[in-house]
Structures are given as structure tokens and as C-alpha cells.
């Protein structure tokens, strides 16, 4: 049964250590991280973004294909169905629709907005006992269309947003979406240390984890970072697998071009990206 990420992350916050969320697009996607939470006795959360959502023809299929394969495949650990950058209609949604925990990004409206619709959020979610996260400054890069410029969050507002009573709480520390630039200059500790200074015992979210090196993921971990986001570093990993099979023209080799066949690399890659992440982030034997 998927749960709330509340308990995940507060235990996470408490033990140190961070727990996943990985973006999934597809079956292959979602019975691979799945599978691997499972065998490394993590929590996990499945990330669905809008677009990802629409994709899968919408946030009915993603909910019972995920309630279905959780039961076929004797899930035990901890999993939050998670909706990622959520829109404000989005996240209504997805809450009918039976998600068990919402991101919603007010990120890109005027503070006072932001403060207001994350609110009214708090309000639904409560009411549902499902974990919201509200986002503060925008982060970096690209997402479905949503482009951040980078910013630092300012403090004042992440204490504003966190006071409402989110579970949980995304503020911009110089990260980005996708890949990080030659020229990054990294993540924003001071920033980071202030904000889980002043608010509470609330876990931070870092977006943008593809790409950070180990030593700065341990770090703001230290800092009260307990949920970390890794997507673009699936889809590099289902990629690469993927090429080598049609390179070495496997796809073309007895019944190679059997869909069963074709993306099992790619199924495979994706788990070993997800092992290597929840061993970096701690979370293994964590459910
Ligand atoms: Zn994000």
C-alpha cells in the first residue's frame, strides 16, 4: 500500500540520511525501482511529473499501475507515490486520483501567492494524511517546460512556506535540473545551513541530484537534506544501455527485437543507478 512520505522522511531527517525519489516514465521504470527498494530494503518515492503523467494517459493509470505491481511483486518497504513540480490543478488532481504525496511548485508566483496556494495545500493533503512539498526560489534548469533561473532561495520566504506546516520542504541552493554547466560553482551550504537553521526539524529536498558528486550529496545530507531527486540520470543510464544493444546489433540477432528483450538493458541500467544512489544516499536497509 503506497504511504505518505511523511514518516520516510522525518526517520530519514533524525537518521541522517536520504531517501530517493526517482522520476519514473514507463513499467520498465517504475518495476526497477521497485524492484531494487525492495532487494536493498529502502523507502523509496516514485516521481511522476505532469508530463510524465499525461505520457502514461494520466494520473488514474499511473496510481493503478503502481497499487498493482506493488501487490504482484510482494512490495514491503515503505513507497510514496509522488507528484513532481505539481501545478495547482495538478495537484488536485492527482490527489483524487489517489497520489500519496504532492509537490506543489508555487515557485514561480509572486511570494505571497506562492504562500496562499501552498496554504490551501496543506489544507487538502492534511485532510487526506498524505505529505505535501512546496518549493521556495526556483531551481535551476529545465523540467517539463518549467525553467528556473537558479536563484538562491531567501530564508525569510523558506520560514514563511515552512510555517504553514509543510511535510517537507524544496528551496534553490544553486541547483539545477538536468546537467550541470562546466562553469557550476556547486551547491550553496551557507544558504542551506541557514535554512535548516530556522526551520525546525523539517526535511529539505535537493532537485537536481544527477550529477552531484558523493562528497556534496554527504554534505547537505548533513544539512538536513532527506529526499533527494535523481531523473536525468536514469534516462542517461536506460540510453546508454539501450545504444549499446542496437550498436552491437543485438536487436537483430535471433529474437533480440522482442520488446522483453530490447529493454531489459535499459531495465537493468536503471536499477544499478538507483542501487548506486541509495547507497550513497544512505537509505539502504532504511524501510
Ligand atoms: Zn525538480
Given at each position: ?54 505520457y ?5 493509470t ?12 510482494n ?24 497520489f ?36 521556495v ?36 541552493i ?8 562546466e ?33 556534496m ?10 529526499k ?23 536487436d ?8 522483453r528483450?530490447l ?7 536503471i ?9 550513497i ?7
Amino acid at each position: 500500500m503506497l504511504v505518505s512520505a511523511k514518516d520516510m522522511l522525518n526517520k530519514a531527517y533524525e537518521g541522517k540520511y536520504a531517501v530517493g525519489q526517482f522520476n519514473i516514465n514507463n513499467l520498465e521504470w517504475t518495476k526497477a525501482v521497485l524492484q531494487t527498494a525492495q532487494e536493498l530494503n529502502s523507502p523509496v518515492i516514485l516521481g511522476v511529473s505532469e508530463g510524465a503523467a499525461k505520457y502514461m494517459t494520466g494520473f488514474k493509470t499511473v496510481v493503478g499501475m503502481v497499487n498493482g505491481m506493488m501487490e504482484e511483486m510482494n512490495i514491503t518497504v515503505p513507497v510514496a507515490l509522488h507528484l513532481d513540480h505539481g501545478s495547482y490543478e495538478g495537484a488536485k488532481a492527482a490527489i483524487a486520483a489517489g497520489f500519496s504525496s504532492i509537490m506543489f511548485d508555487g515557485s514561480h508566483y509572486p511570494i505571497e501567492e506562492n504562500i496562499a496556494k501552498t496554504a490551501e495545500m496543506v489544507k487538502l493533503t492534511n485532510e487526506k494524511g498524505i505529505s505535501l512539498e512546496a518549493e521556495v526560489g526556483s531551481i535551476g534548469g529545465e523540467e517539463d517546460g518549467i525553467v528556473g533561473t537558479g536563484e538562491i532561495a531567501d530564508v525569510k520566504e523558506c520560514v514563511a512556506i515552512n510555517d504553514l506546516g509543510v511535510t517537507m520542504l524544496a528551496a534553490g541552493i544553486g541547483n539545477i535540473h538536468g546537467a550541470y554547466p562546466e562553469n557550476w560553482t556547486g551547491l550553496a551550504f551557507d544558504t542551506l545551513e541557514q535554512i535548516n537553521n530556522e526551520t525546525g526539524n523539517t526535511p529539505l529536498v535537493l532537485h537536481g541530484g544527477t550529477g552531484i558528486e558523493s562528497d556534496m550529496i554527504k554534505k547537505a545530507i548533513s544539512l538536513g537534506v532527506s529526499k533527494i531527486n535523481v531523473n536525468t540520470e536514469c534516462q542517461w543510464a536506460f540510453q546508454q544501455a539501450t545504444r549499446e544493444y542496437v550498436v552491437a546489433g543485438k536487436d537483430q540477432q535471433g529474437k533480440g527485437f522482442d520488446p522483453r528483450k530490447l529493454l531489459n538493458p535499459g531495465f537493468e541500467a536503471i536499477k544499478a543507478t538507483v542501487k548506486e544512489k541509495m547507497e550513497i544516499f544512505g537509505s539502504v536497509n532504511k524501510a
